[in-house]
Structures are given as structure tokens and as C-alpha cells.
């Protein structure tokens, strides 16, 4: 393989691996918060890919729109999904609300995957390139590309301002940290889960859009995705939303690295292997710090 | 008064097992004769869930465990009785070889898989799962790919049937006897409370492992008689989410850790699926995503109740 191929490769690398990142901050936002496994993650990222495809074959400046709108909606029904669905059980037993959300969320993959297979067939979602290409010396970048790289960078930016300076943000990471103490100064734990949760489920559909203007979507990726992003977010080890983008990055590049010398198809049966080898050495990786997870 | 009341359930239970039991045993005896295709093909299909619901059981009930790859261990058994089947060994042999392969890798997989707490064993397992199917997709030159595996018509087909109401009613009769030996009452004290059995001197990691060979066996077994019944494999049905949803929800439907529990449930949804199944084949993920969806919403009422 020349150096330009091998480029051009890393490339795309970094881009699989920032719509793997920006999913695995979603998930960890929802775990730290709520110690909830949501397995319906990459769900809603197909279902906001299949929108946005619509979208922008049907209105003039369709691919405009759909990104304002669609991670909007998105999180629309992600509230709606936590209020409706996980609420309750969390409200009953915050304390035993793993194994019901891990069958509620797993229950609502499926629900979802159905729904995208039914209204849009089981053709595959892609977004043609509209944008002129950037040549850089002999590697050539499609504006499309360029741009998201942009908007991960300023998203990633944006989410960590969020947590770190507004009210809201501390008070997601006081919840994190600490539930009861958080809970005795007043912040809610119910509604700050919420709102986690619909920021998550946003995120979610910004790395559909991004993921449908580079790649192909099909109704079956989802639970594959939320797959890797948990085993991401498990093996990165720690309850912050910034440690998961590094690990994110890695696997996107591993994944395309592989998949350009051996061929797609072992791509992801070696990034999961990778993971799952990564967990078999750090059990515990997710729940060795303390606060909401502490040790019993 | 409450204990009186307790009672009187629990009689109401036994009562309802016995005769569930006896259903169940008048169907499996039906079987050998049973000519029709379809019905034959229906009773197949209520035996191979018994079978799963109830070694999931083990796991699932007894142990407490969220396991979302139960099936990885009856893909596995399918796809080593079809491999051997397919360079023209004997079904017994193959049988055999469809439950020590099974065995092996659940006892290879039992090392790190106790190591992760509970939920993030329940993660892995669909991990693993997945990874099945996908690696079975890969070797196309040894499982046919996504294509599928065709095993060859068969002199011994008569057999498949008996052998699957057999090892049905081993299970049935183990499941049971388990539940009231040793080893049952170690895994509900593990399910209860960890410390406190290893308190007790219980050897939490042994105990474990043991109900998870014991749990993967029949799966795999079961996988092999499946693959020589159906006589064709493909990965996203010998490891698709069917045979590892459907065991779950079976468990967790009615009351997990009993026998007559994930036995009526296994017997009732495979009715209720082949009834849907047959009128909106579209929607058959949809039925098991609403009832994970309902088990959980329920499952902190039950824990709060009971």
C-alpha cells in the first residue's frame, strides 16, 4: 500500500472514528447520569440516517434542514421514550435499574429496527457527495467530509462547555458524582435523567447524519454500533464524557485500517475481538471509580 | 395470614404445574406420530424453546443473570453437528460432538464472562453473540457464509424427532431435580446475595461456572438436532436474536426459577408466534421488542412486591 492510499485510509479512519466518539459520549452522558446501558443508542442514529435521507431527496435544501431539525426531533423522542418508558422504572428503583432498562432499551432496538425496515424497505441510506473536492498535494477531501470534520470538532467542544460551565451541565456531573448529595442540594434526579437522556438521543442523530453522508446505513446497524460504543465506553473505564472520543478515534481508525488490508467483512470482527480482549483485561473498568457505581 | 395466603398460592401453583406437566407430556407423546409437515415442524420448534426457556433458566432464574447470548452455545452445536454431519459421521456422533464443542467454549468463555459484574456480563454475552454470527459469515469455506450450510438428505431423520422430545423431557426432569438439589439452592443464595453465600463457604465462581455448563449442554445439543432437522444453516438463524431472545422472555414471563414458569411460557409463545407469524410475518422483532419492553417496565414492580 502507497503512503497516499494509506492516508486517504487514515482519513476515513478518523472520521468513522468521530461518529463512534460523538456515540460513545452520548452513551456515557446516559451512564454516568442514570448507570444506564442504552442498547437502543444506535437505533435512533438509523432511524435519524433514514429521515435525513428523505429529507434531502424530497426538499430543497433538504441536507440544511435535516440538520437542524432531525437531532432536534430526535431528542423530541428521546424525551418522550425516557418519560414514557424509563421513568418509572427509575423512579420505583434507581439502585435496580439496570437489568430493566438493559431489556426496555434492547426491547425498544428491535421496535425501532422494525420500524425503519418497514418504512423504508431494507434498501440501504446514503447521501451522494453534493460538495466540490478539496485537493490537498495528492489527497483529495470532499467538502462534505471537511465539514464534518469541522462540526465533530466543534460538537465535541461544545458538548464539553456544556458540562463544564452552564448550570445544567454541573448539574449533570454533580448527579454523576454523587446522587444523594446531588439530590439533597435540590437538583432532580428524574429530570436531569431526562435531559441527559434527550441530549444523548441528539447526539445519536447527529452521528446518523454524519454517518449517512460518509457511509451506508442499513435498518440492521444499529445494535452493532451500540454494541461497540458500550464495549467503548466500558473499556475506556471511566464515568467522563471525554474519555470515550480518544477511544472512539482508535477504533475508527483500527476498523478502516483492517478493513482496507483485509477486507470489510473482518473489520468488525476484529474491533470487537479488540474490545472484548481490551474488557477481559479491565472487568471493571467502568465501575472502579466511585460514586453512583460504588463497589458494594 | 399473609402465610396462609402464600400457601395457598403456592398449592394453586402446583396445581397449575401438574398440569401444565401433564400437557406438556401428552403433546411430546403425540409427537413420533405426528405425519402433518406443519405440525410436525410447530412441535419441533414448541420443543426446541422448551428446551432453551428452560437450561436458560439455569442461568437466567436460578442464577439471576441477565445472559443475552444464550443462543451463541445452540448456534454453535448446530453448526458442529451440520460440519460433522456433512463429511458423512453418524448423527449419534455428531450429537456428541455438538455438546463438547458447546461445553468447551462455555467453559473457555466462563473465565473472563465471571469475571464482569452482572451487567456487563449481560453486554458481552450478546457481544459474543454477535461476533458468532459475523465470524460465521466470515468462513464461508467452512459454514457456506451468509448463504448458508445444506446438509444432505438423511437416512437417520426418524431419529431427530424422538432424540428431541428425550433430551425435552431430560431437561424438564433436570431442570427440577436441580432446583431442589445443592447446586440449585447455592445458585437462588448467590441470586440472593453474593456475600452472604460466600460466607457460607460457597465457592461462588465453581458454582457459577457449573450452571453455565450446565445451561450451554442442552442448547447445544439441542442446536445439533435442529441442524439435522432442518438439514440447512444460515448464520442470522443459528445465531440470530430468536434463539436468545426467545428463552429470556420466556424465563422472565411468568415466574423465573420455577419449572413450570419458563415451561408454560415456552409452550404459549411458540402458539402465540406461529399464530403471528403466519398473519403479519413483518412484525415478528416488534413482538419481541414489546415484550422485552413490558418485562422490563414490570420487572421493579415484581422486585417491590415480592
Known amino acids: ?296 | 395470614m399473609t402465610s396462609f395466603l402464600s400457601v395457598a398460592h403456592s398449592r394453586a401453583l402446583r396445581r397449575l404445574s401438574l398440569f401444565a406437566v401433564g400437557a406438556s407430556a401428552i403433546l411430546v407423546l403425540s409427537i413420533p406420530h405426528l405425519t402433518n409437515g406443519y405440525a410436525r415442524l410447530l412441535a419441533f420448534t414448541m420443543l426446541v424453546n422448551i428446551t432453551l426457556a428452560l437450561s436458560y433458566d439455569v442461568m437466567g432464574g436460578l442464577l439471576g443473570y441477565l445472559h443475552l447470548g444464550h443462543g451463541l452455545f445452540f448456534g454453535i452445536g448446530g453448526y458442529a453437528a451440520a460440519l460433522a454431519l456433512g463429511r458423512g459421521f453418524h448423527i449419534s456422533f455428531s450429537l456428541l460432538l455438538a455438546a463438547v464443542v458447546g461445553v468447551s467454549v462455555a467453559y473457555a468463555s466462563s473465565w473472563p464472562l465471571f469475571r464482569f459484574r452482572a451487567e456487563v456480563f449481560a453486554l458481552v454475552t450478546l457481544g459474543l453473540l454477535y461476533l458468532a454470527e459475523r465470524l460465521s459469515t466470515s468462513l464461508a469455506t467452512w459454514t457456506g457464509g451468509a448463504a448458508g450450510l445444506s446438509l444432505p438428505p438423511d437416512p437417520a431423520s426418524p431419529w431427530t424427532q424422538p432424540s428431541a422430545w428425550v433430551l425435552t423431557l431430560v431437561v424438564v426432569l433436570g431442570h427440577y431435580v436441580i432446583r431442589r438439589s445443592r447446586l440449585g439452592m447455592e445458585l437462588i443464595m448467590i441470586r440472593e446475595s453474593e456475600e452472604m453465600a460466600e460466607s457460607v463457604g460457597i465457592n461462588i465462581n465453581r458454582v457459577k461456572r457449573r450452571a453455565f455448563l450446565l445451561s450451554a449442554a442442552p442448547a447445544a445439543l439441542m442446536g445439533g438436532i435442529y441442524a439435522r432437522e432442518i438439514s440447512f444453516l444460515v448464520p442470522s438463524d443459528a445465531f440470530g436474536l430468536d434463539h436468545s431472545l426467545g428463552p429470556v422472555i420466556m424465563c422472565l414471563l411468568l415466574r423465573p426459577g420455577t419449572t413450570w414458569g419458563p415451561l408454560v411460557a415456552a409452550v404459549g409463545l411458540t402458539a402465540i408466534q406461529d399464530i403471528l407469524w403466519t398473519t403479519m410475518p413483518r412484525l415478528h422483532l416488534s413482538l419481541y421488542g414489546a415484550l422485552l419492553i413490558g418485562l422490563g417496565m414490570m420487572h421493579t414492580c415484581r422486585r417491590s412486591g415480592g
Request: proline residues 4%.
Open chain 1, 1 to 296: 500500500m502507497d503512503l497516499v492510499s494509506f492516508l486517504q485510509l487514515l482519513l476515513s479512519g478518523i472520521l468513522l472514528g468521530g461518529v463512534y466518539a460523538l456515540l460513545a459520549a452520548g452513551l456515557a452522558l446516559c451512564f454516568g447520569v442514570l448507570g444506564l446501558l442504552n442498547l437502543a443508542h444506535g437505533s435512533f442514529l438509523v432511524l435519524a440516517a433514514y429521515a435525513y435521507q428523505t429529507l434531502q431527496a424530497a426538499v430543497p435544501y433538504g441536507s440544511a434542514l435535516g440538520f437542524l431539525l432531525i437531532p432536534c426531533l430526535c431528542g423530541l423522542v428521546g424525551f418522550v421514550t425516557f418519560t414514557a418508558l424509563l421513568g418509572g422504572p427509575y423512579r420505583r428503583s434507581p439502585e435496580d435499574f439496570l437489568t430493566p432498562a438493559l431489556l426496555i432499551t434492547l426491547g425498544l432496538a428491535l421496535v425501532l429496527e422494525e420500524l425503519v425496515a418497514i418504512l423504508w424497505g431494507h434498501s440501504m441510506a446514503g447521501v451522494e457527495d453534493r460538495f466540490f473536492p478539496i485537493q490537498l498535494g495528492q489527497l483529495s477531501l470532499s467538502g462534505n467530509r471537511a465539514l464534518i470534520l469541522i462540526m465533530m470538532v466543534v460538537l465535541s467542544a461544545a458538548l464539553h462547555a456544556w458540562l463544564k460551565h452552564t448550570d445544567s451541565g454541573r448539574c449533570l456531573r454533580a448527579l454523576a458524582q454523587d446522587q444523594l448529595a446531588a439530590t439533597v442540594v435540590g437538583i432532580s434526579p428524574v429530570g436531569t435523567s431526562a435531559l441527559a437522556f434527550t441530549i444523548a438521543t441528539g447526539l445519536s442523530a447527529m452521528a446518523g447524519l454524519f454517518y449517512v453522508t460518509l457511509f451506508t446505513v442499513t435498518p440492521h446497524l444499529g445494535l452493532p454500533l451500540t454494541l461497540k460504543a458500550l464495549f467503548l465506553i466500558v473499556v475506556s473505564g471511566r464515568r467522563s464524557v471525554v474519555a470515550p472520543l480518544s477511544g472512539g478515534l482508535l477504533l475508527g481508525v483500527l476498523e478502516t485500517l483492517i478493513a482496507g488490508l483485509m477486507g470489510a467483512s473482518w473489520a468488525s470482527i476484529i474491533a470487537l475481538t479488540t474490545l472484548l480482549t481490551c474488557l477481559c483485561y479491565r472487568p471493571d473498568g467502568l465501575f472502579t471509580e466511585g460514586g453512583l457505581h460504588k463497589a458494594h
